[in-house]
């Protein structure tokens, strides 16, 4: 899933032509809702609890998405400051893998 607040139909004719559609289940992007109600949803759709997900962001709202839906938040690290708050940060994709396949363990 991927939950963007750029607006949707931008979203959708990135995702085409980046040829990513076969990687993601739904793309939602700006408006109609919230990221939090974009994440609730694929909870919703997934029958999956807030403790087995991870939101993967590169701001401190998504960040604070995640914690309002108490699901795990992972950085990609941008031009933003993570720090202090104890979260796992990573300079690019490959290390949010690496940390992701770490924990399924």
Known sequence: ????????????RIVEKRDLQRYFKRVWGAPP?????????ALQAENARPEEAVYVGDMIADSQVAQETGVTFVA????????GLNIPVFPDLFGVKQWLVARMD
């Open 33 to 41: 809702g919230t990221k939090a109600d974009f994440l609730r949803k």
């Open 1 to 12: 899933y991927v939950a963007s607040g750029t607006p949707q139909s931008e979203m959708e």
């Open 76 to 83: 990609r690290q941008n031009t933003e400051s993570f720090e």
